[in-house]
């Protein structure tokens, strides 16, 4: 059983940067591609990103490329998500999620159901 643990979440202004951490334990890290949902206030969870369980590879929502980063310490057994430039949009729980059949299948996924196991969430605000 694979456990998720986010953090680095909070308050934060718009044109702030952020670094949130996902740690993962139980499981083997560097056979899961991982992701980042996020779901915002009155709104359905949604794909952010994901990366590949080498950290080779990225794949970013439309919405996000330019302001979000993705990588992976698989010594640590951490993912982290990068995102800059924040604006009061941004404001969410965010949640990373391993995707164990992605190694087997050679892709990344972007649908829920296709994460197994998921964190807690981390809550992001940005407002001034």
């Known amino acids: 059983q694979v456990q998720l643990i986010e953090s680095g979440g909070g308050l934060v202004q718009p044109g702030d940067s952020l670094r949130l951490a996902c740690a993962a334990s139980g499981g083997t890290f560097d056979s899961y591609a991982m992701g980042w949902f996020r779901q915002a206030p009155g709104k359905e969870r949604e794909f952010v990103g994901a990366?590949?369980?080498?950290?080779?590879?990225?794949f970013y929502a439309d919405s996000v490329k330019g302001r979000f980063t993705i990588f992976r310490d698989n010594a640590k057994n951490t993912v982290y998500l990068e995102i800059n430039n924040l604006e009061p949009e941004d404001t969410a729980i965010y949640y990373c999620a391993a995707d164990e059949t992605a190694k087997r299948m050679g892709w990344l996924r972007s649908t829920l159901n296709d994460y197994v196991y998921w964190g807690q969430g981390t809550q992001v605000t940005v407002s001034s």
């Open positions: 990366i590949s369980w080498s950290g080779g590879h990225t």
